[in-house]
């Protein structure tokens, strides 16, 4: 009985998609490579298949922005984790030399560097299938580390959301080339 009240409660937090393990490797990856730094535990969330499933009938409800409701539908899920940076870190040196290997090494490829002020951030993708599976985005700001990572058929999602809007983003721009989608 025990073990099946557990096996049930691990499927249902997995579906629902409270946990992250992808993210929590990221953030052990990061805290690795800035050895002047500590990284706190930090808030993480994940919105799973059934997270999305309410999230596409709540926003889809108003009916005011199409694009949004359009690119959801190929959005599975999205996974966000907050880390406060105690410590020495000049986000202009950033390199993570040691962290973009070990995410490379788990089939991630990195597609954008970006370094502008006092904020780092590096995106990679994942392809299945010849088509963007999943986008990984780091983000050092302000003493603050963000992790961000969408998964679903993304290139069809940037595709919307491109299609709907001429003014975009320089790094929208900059993801859009890097992942052929130009």
Known sequence: MM????AFFVVVVSLSGCMSAELARVRRDVGRDLPDAHLSEGHAFQFGRLSMGLARSVVGSDGDDAATNAALEHVR???????????AVDPQRLALPRTVERITRRGWT??????????????FAREDDASVSDLLILSLEDQELTLVRLSGRLDEALRTVLASDDEQPALIGSVQRAIGLE
């Open 77 to 87: 899920g999205i996974a966000v984790g907050t880390y406060s940076v105690n410590g």
């Open 3 to 6: 073990r099946t009240a557990l």
């Open 110 to 123: 990195p597609v954008v560097v970006s370094r502008e002020g006092d904020t780092a951030a590096y995106i």
